[in-house]
């Protein structure tokens, strides 16, 4: 990739990374996975970056229970090893992470990380939706000073994230789900090799006599600069009986909740009707999983 | 420029590369392994696939001194990096997979990674495992029969 470097570092600790990262200031760029490097380059972005910092020596690799019964995914873990974790595949109401492993290529899978994933900070990938529908929250470590960001608040912009310069991700936690919980993504693509059009993805929590106690509702894709949270649909849902009134209700709702990109691959339009029909699927498909 | 020691099909390699070489490029262009093709250079059409510890990936977007330490695995080090053919090189042979040729190495590499962690893959899963690498001249019946019959013929 032509990149005008001075040099590709393969720091062995955090505190390695950390000095490379301060000493080089805005000339540094962390690398894991490395597969969008190339997609920075070519938007230009990566025009100051003299330094690449590869972080993939510094283990953070792997998926455990979290002491207060969550997930806890470490930043380099590759995403095809979160498609294999047994911790996840079996659970209901993480089922809308695997959902959102299903589309890119084995190349990617073996090779991007879901701290890549994140701190990409692009809303048209998959996997950041399915940890907002699951309200995960992002660790971070920075000189030595470790934070946690909920990712409501990660993504700031296109390629911009609430990450400070030298900040790096180490984990992202997913919260222990409440009891009779189960979620679902879903994504609109014209083929598979281009942009996705829409994704939807959701996590429904019943209640005891079948209505919706909780939901969240989370649009990617074709809808601006960031993921939106749909909250005018989600409250459309509460404490509505969980079935195809209640997710027609939430789906009606969803039109307001956005602003629908028009672009050669699908018009506004388009874009506000098929967030309806993804929103009712991605919610009966997590409906679904609770059978 | 700096010197990395790449471990490409069981040898150690030592090369002089620029810090923002790809692996496609040193393999290429330093090392003269041609059998992986470059195509895209950008992730979209998998003729460049490697495996780095045994998993498929896209050489055009590794970088070489990220690779240092690895197993890397190209096409020329399948069949035990000598003359012989793997079972893969010879069911695309047998099945007339291979037209122009350019995707075929690609393929292989995907398909070896396929067949070492799944026991007779159904055309499903081939043709989902395989979704990262294109191919202009076939129309993949003939890449999914080949990967069908290597699978047949070492046992599934
Ligand atoms: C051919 C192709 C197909 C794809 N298909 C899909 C798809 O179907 N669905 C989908 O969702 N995505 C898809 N993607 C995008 C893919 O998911 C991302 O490229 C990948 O997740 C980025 O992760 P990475 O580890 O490779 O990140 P890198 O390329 O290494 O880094 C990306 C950015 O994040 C920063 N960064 C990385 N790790 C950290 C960290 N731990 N802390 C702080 N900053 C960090 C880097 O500095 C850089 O700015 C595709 C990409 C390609 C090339
Ligand atoms: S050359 Fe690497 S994917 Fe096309
Ligand atoms: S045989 Fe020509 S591209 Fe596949």
Redesign the interface.
């Known amino acids: 990739?032509?990149?005008?470097?001075?040099?590709?570092y393969?720091p062995a600790s955090l505190q390695e990374a950390t000095e490379l990262l301060q000493r080089y200031g805005a000339g540094a760029m962390v690398?894991a996975g490395?597969?969008f490097?190339?997609g920075l380059e070519?938007r230009g972005l990566l025009t100051e970056t003299v330094a690449?910092v590869?972080i993939?020596r510094l283990g953070l690799r792997g998926i455990g229970a979290s002491s207060k019964g969550g997930v806890s995914i470490q930043a380099l873990t590759t995403l095809?090893e979160v498609a294999a974790a047994p911790l996840i595949g079996k659970n209901p109401a993480l089922a809308a992470i695997n959902d959102a492993l299903h589309y890119?290529?084995?190349?990617?899978l073996?090779?991007a990380t879901v701290g890549g994933c994140v701190a990409a900070a692009a809303p048209l990938y998959d996997l950041p939706a399915a940890f907002l529908a699951l309200d995960g929250q992002v660790q971070t470590s920075l000189a030595g000073r470790q934070r946690s960001i909920p990712l409501d608040e990660f993504f700031v912009g296109l390629f911009e994230s609430a990450l400070q310069r030298g900040e790096i991700i180490t984990a992202i936690d997913i919260p222990a789900p409440a009891a009779r919980t189960a979620s679902a993504f879903l994504k609109l693509e014209t083929n598979?090799?281009d942009l996705s059009l829409l994704n939807v993805a959701v996590r429904l929590t019943l209640d005891k006599a079948g209505n919706c106690a909780d939901c969240r509702i989370i649009l990617g894709g074709g809808v601006g600069e960031t993921y939106v949270r749909a909250t005018g649909a989600e409250a459309a849902l509460r404490g509505q009986a969980a079935g195809e009134a209640g997710f027609a209700a939430a789906a009606a709702a969803v039109v307001d909740d956005f602003e629908a990109v028009e672009d050669h691959r699908a018009s506004a339009a388009y874009r506000r009707h098929i967030a309806q029909v993804y929103v009712r699927r991605t919610l009966a498909t997590a409906l679904a999983r609770l059978g | 420029m700096k010197t990395i020691e790449l471990q490409i099909n069981g040898s150690t390699h030592e090369v002089s590369i620029e810090a923002d070489e790809t692996l496609l490029q040193v393999l290429r262009n330093r090392l003269d392994l041609t059998g992986t093709k470059k195509g895209c250079d950008s992730g979209g059409c998998g003729c460049c696939s490697v495996q780095v510890d045994g998993k498929v990936v896209y050489s055009c977007m590794m970088y070489a001194a990220g690779a240092a330490g690895k197993a890397i695995t190209t096409i020329e080090g399948l069949g035990g990096g000598g003359t012989a053919l793997d079972p893969l090189q010879q069911a695309f042979i047998d099945a007339g997979a291979v037209q122009c040729g350019y995707c075929t190495c690609g393929m292989i590499m995907n398909a070896s990674e396929l067949l070492a962690t799944t026991k007779n893959p159904g055309e499903d899963q081939i043709r989902h495992a395989i979704a990262g690498n294109l191919c202009r001249c076939t129309g993949y019946t003939k890449i999914v029969d080949a990967i069908k019959l290597a699978a047949a013929r070492t046992g599934g």
């Open positions: 990739m032509a990149l005008n470097l001075d040099d590709y393969l690398v490395g597969t490097v190339h070519v690449l590869d993939s095809a890119p290529p084995r190349q990617i073996n090779a598979a090799n």
